[in-house]
């Protein structure tokens, strides 16, 4: 498949990995409408589903692939023949179908799970492409829990896969286990290691068990990977996937050190897409979550607060416009300083000389000191005692 080396292709999983959350599932209806608003994100492939897992999800990804136009439909397969039937079966409307197989990599998952051999595995890891390759020409096939893989096999099966016919290949970290220089090492591996891995692209398919999703993501990329695998507000199973906003906004803010890389993705609907989502899946977003979390772009304490008001630059390295919010937040609590109070009473009307604040501030600390924070309403009657 010919792909432009530089173009990074934002996989989104919020419907797949995302929805298989607990709590977090939506109505066939609540995912066409997500599915529309991240084509007009820019995501390259929307996961619509694992038609084989229940009735309602194969009507999901046929909707989904009569819904949308330009994005590519995957949907998510054992390496099983009914299973890759189905799937096929439910993308049957797709204008641009793929369908994502795969089977466990690690030594681990071989044994434990599969009960089987390194041999067997690799046999049925090829079968499934080639069946998958029946149906459509975008076969992508992922080596689960590939973080933890013995890297000679996970080579020789991404080479076998390839040789199938798989057009991209998954490295999954299923259990977020990898440091991201050995994630990253791993993808330099296979680049250097497979003899036929021009003919595929790498896909990145991070979890976040450790807290290093987006960073193993990032560390892909940098070592070949040309897609990542993602999802709105990092939802996914345990403790989430790749939140696709962090990797977008790094791929912004480090330009310098992914020259020429580049994707489609439209930061501006961060901000409500998030908190779409959040509310469907009714999953809420950490206020400290970066990019969409409600502290992200919230200056508190005076030091900072200050220092923001002489030149926002001071703390602000993504401006919150590109995210689709109006500005930043100056908030106000026992925290705060000066400068912050003189900002927002000068908002609401108020000039006051030097003297005068500093009467207002005393009281303003002591009404703080009282309540978490303080609104404009608080601030008019500290005005007015
Ligand atoms: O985490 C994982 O390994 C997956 C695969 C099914 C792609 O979600
Ligand atoms: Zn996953």
């Known amino acids: 498949m010919l792909h432009d080396p530089n173009h990074l ?3 989104d999983t919020t419907l797949r990995d995302g929805e298989q959350v607990p709590g977090c599932q939506l109505t066939t209806t609540e995912k066409v409408e997500i599915a529309k608003d991240l084509e007009l994100l ?3 492939i929307i996961e619509a589903g694992f038609p084989v897992s229940s009735p309602g999800d194969f009507q999901s ?3 989904l692939s009569k819904a949308v136009d330009d ?8 390496a099983h023949k009914t299973d890759i039937d189905v799937a096929a079966d439910a993308l049957k409307y797709a204008k641009r179908p793929r369908i994502h197989t795969g089977i466990g990599a690690s030594d681990m998952h071989i044994q434990y799970k599969f009960n089987s051999t390194r041999e067997e595995i690799l046999e049925r890891a090829v079968a499934a492409v080639k069946h998958a390759k029946s149906y459509v020409e975008d076969v992508e096939f992922y080596a689960e829990d590939a973080g933890r893989a013995d890297l000679p096999f996970l080579a020789k099966m991404i080479e076998a896969v390839i040789a199938a016919g798989a057009t991209v290949v998954n490295i999954p970290d299923t259990n977020g286990y990898c440091l991201p220089d050995q994630y990253g090492a791993k993808i330099k591996f296979l680049t250097e290691h497979v003899s036929n891995i021009d003919q595929a692209i790498i896909s990145a398919h991070c979890h976040n068990d450790l807290g290093l999703a987006t960073a193993n993501s990032i560390a892909a990329v940098q070592n070949g990977a040309r897609q990542v695998e993602c999802t709105i507000n990092g939802i996914g199973e345990r403790a989430g996937n790749t ?9 912004k803010v480090h330009q310098q050190h992914f020259p020429g890389i580049h994707s489609n993705i439209n930061s501006k609907m961060f901000t409500s897409l998030s908190q779409k989502v959040s509310r469907m899946m009714r999953m809420p977003v950490q206020p ?6 409600k502290n992200a772009f919230a200056h508190s304490s005076g030091i900072h607060q200050d220092g923001f008001l002489k030149h926002r630059e001071n703390y602000e ?6 995210v689709g919010l109006d500005s930043a ?3 106000l609590t026992a925290r705060s300083g000066r400068h912050a109070l003189k900002h927002h009473l000068e908002r609401l009307g108020y000039q006051l000389d030097k003297d005068q604040l500093s009467e207002v501030y005393g009281r303003f600390l002591t009404l703080a000191d009282a309540k978490k924070d303080l609104n404009d309403e608080d601030l008019q009657t500290l005005m007015q005692a």
């Open 42 to 44: 820019g995501v390259d």
């Open 9 to 11: 292709y934002i996989f």
């Open 243 to 251: 939140s696709l906003e962090e990797v977008a906004m790094i791929l």
């Open 329 to 331: 937040d100056i908030i």
């Open 71 to 78: 994005v590519i439909i995957c949907a998510l397969t054992r």
């Open 61 to 63: 990804v046929v909707e």
């Open 288 to 293: 400290n979550k970066a990019i969409v979390g």
């Open 317 to 322: 390295i993504i401006r919150p416009e590109d």
